[in-house]
């Protein structure tokens, strides 16, 4: 299914400031509230959660985590992640649109000149979204850059195509990287609308159907040359990597919890026990709640490491940041994704088999908790996640670092 829709761009709408912990997780617990209400429905039919996004912006949950120096929330990693997780928990395509959104936020942070931050940080503040433009179409893989920045005699002009740009059907900044004359990588920000910007939903994947993840074209789109932000060497040690990382175990965790609350409500309200189980219902089979207690302790082991993660970052002291810090927080990160993705295939799948056959009747959209984190946890290789622990703990191995790990 291929959708291109221009008319989708909406205006940014007042958003409020959240600077209270508490404040921040009741208004994520009020998105994902109106997000579950029609969750099996929009998946079925592939529909956007417009309604649940505008009201993230509205809320205030887009700028927790820019800097109260620039007028946002300053919240936590730990705040972060624990919003990610409660909405991703109702609807993981909802938490996934505006992941890049706060990854490009910390690429901000650490890469932006003071300038640049105050001028795009008031973007977010004041309710606009980042959108990712993703990485390259045919290319050997994902850090290769084909798009060309070129100038001209009235600026910057960029052209290239990408794809899996999540967010970028939605957003009111388009985000993207690009070569420029001289042979360096460059992000350009480009507000939208934009002569030349074409965003298109060709995404068909099984799960998370209604991210958009699809392509952006650009043809001579014109760039503001304030808001390009220079790409730093590979090693040069920051937190992009780990905050990225952490954001999507955070969305794993939440795909994870949501079909284990949905199995337990299955198990009690619809399925029937298995003949030799001699029990009148389904939650009195001994061998299956074996199994649910199984399950649930997997799921707060890796609900308990992506905690750990988030306040390791938080606890980072900028001042004395080096290569160390980051490698240290880029562990911690994979470690909990680790159990993250595992734990949200391994649900996902249960929560089928413990309900039975009456489990994959479409009318229940049970299914999409699989096709979900079967999707997502695509995003980055957990063998890699692996490789780097073992490395790390064996040899004394720093992890490469990039967006990915």
Same mark, same amino acid.
């Given at each position: ?177 690009? =070569?420029?004359?001289?042979?360096? #990588?460059?992000? *350009?920000?480009?507000? &939208?609308? %934009?002569?030349? /910007?074409?965003? +298109? ?93 199984? =399950?649930?302790?997997?799921?707060? #082991?890796?609900? *308990?490491?992506?905690? &750990?993660? %988030?306040?390791? /970052?938080?606890? +980072? ?89």
């Amino acid at each position: 299914m291929t959708i291109k829709e221009e008319n989708l761009w909406r205006a940014p709408e007042a958003a409020a400031v959240i600077t209270d912990e508490r404040q921040a997780l009741k208004a994520a617990r009020a998105v994902a509230e109106l997000a579950a209400v029609d969750a099996v429905v929009r998946d079925r039919e592939r529909l956007y959660p417009l309604e649940a996004l505008s009201l993230f912006s509205r809320l205030g949950l887009g700028s927790i985590s820019v800097p109260r120096e620039f007028g946002g929330g300053g919240l936590s990693y730990l705040t972060v992640a624990e919003v990610f997780r409660l909405i991703s928990a109702a609807d993981p395509s909802l938490g996934q649109i505006p992941q890049n959104h706060f990854g490009l936020i910390q690429y901000l942070r650490d890469e932006a000149s003071h300038e640049q931050k105050a001028a795009l940080f008031n973007k977010v503040v004041t309710g606009h979204r980042f959108g990712n433009g993703g990485p390259e179409k045919n290319t050997r893989h994902t850090r290769e850059v084909l798009a060309r920045l070129r100038q001209s005699p009235d600026g910057p002009r960029l052209t290239g195509e990408k794809f899996y740009s999540t967010g970028a059907l939605f957003a009111h900044i388009v985000v993207t990287t690009a =070569i420029d004359d001289h042979g360096k #990588a460059v992000l *350009a920000f480009i507000p &939208r609308p %934009a002569e030349g /910007l074409e965003i +298109i939903d060709d995404w068909s994947g099984v799960g998370q159907r209604t991210t958009a993840s699809g392509t952006v074209r650009l043809h001579e789109v014109l760039v503001d040359p304030k808001w390009l932000v220079e790409v730093p060497a590979t090693d040069k040690p920051s937190l992009r990597g780990p905050v990225s990382q952490l954001i999507q175990a955070a969305i794993d965790a939440g795909i994870a919890r949501g079909a284990f609350e949905d199995a337990r409500k299955f198990i009690l309200e619809q399925s029937r026990p298995w003949i030799d189980a001699g029990v009148d219902r389904n939650a009195d089979d001994t061998q299956l709640q074996a199994d649910v207690g199984r =399950i649930y302790v997997e799921l707060l #082991a890796a609900e *308990a490491l992506l905690k &750990r993660a %988030a306040r390791v /970052l938080d606890e +980072i002291n900028p001042a004395h940041f080096d290569a160390a810090t980051a490698a240290r927080a880029s562990i911690a990160v994979a470690e909990a994704k680790v159990l993250t993705t595992a734990i949200a295939l391994k649900a996902s799948e249960k929560l089928l088999e413990w309900g039975g056959s009456r489990a994959t009747l479409s009318q229940h959209g049970l299914d999409r908790h699989w096709r979900n984190a079967r999707t997502h946890t695509l995003h980055d290789p957990v063998r890699w996640k692996n490789h780097a622990i073992g490395n790390y703990y064996l040899n004394g191995i720093f992890p490469v670092r990039h967006a990915w790990i």
